[in-house]
Nanobody, 123 residues
Framework: QVHLVESGGGLVQPGGSLRLSCAAS????????IGWFRQAPGKEREAVSC????????YYAATLKGRFTISRDNAKNTVALQMNSLKPEDTAVYYC????????????????WGQGTQVSVSS
């Protein structure tokens, strides 16, 4: 069955960097899109980035201002999110997910989610 596990979160000072990883199993990983999402306390979950299975097309939320980079390693069944120049407003639980589609779909019929990893940006 589909299983996603996030790791790499932690506490970092403003301006610092973190690299999150999403390890996947239970499906043909390289065929399907993987997305990163985040949810801060009291706020709705928002999309951060997505990388497709076919041709590895990449999408970012406009508010990221070029600070985040998504990549995938199909040999290791992982997707990474490199986060640089972190700001306090980046504090959230970060989740990875797949809808088992080849391409990134903003409104899929169903998503499979990981458990999330906490990112805290504070001085």
């Amino acid at each position: 069955q589909v299983h996603l596990v996030e790791s790499g979160g932690g506490l970092v000072q403003p301006g610092g960097s973190l690299r999150l990883s999403c390890a996947a199993s239970g499906f043909t990983f390289d065929r399907y899109a993987i997305g990163w999402f985040r949810q801060a306390p009291g706020k709705e979950r928002e999309a951060v980035s997505c990388i497709s299975g076919s041709d590895s097309a990449i999408y970012y939320a406009a508010t990221l201002k070029g600070r985040f980079t998504i990549s995938r390693d199909n040999a290791k069944n992982t997707v990474a999110l490199q986060m640089n120049s972190l700001k306090p407003e980046d504090t959230a639980v970060y989740y990875c997910a797949t809808d088992l589609n080849y391409y990134c779909d903003p409104e899929p019929q169903q998503r499979y989610w990981g458990q999330g990893t906490q990112v805290s940006v504070s001085s």
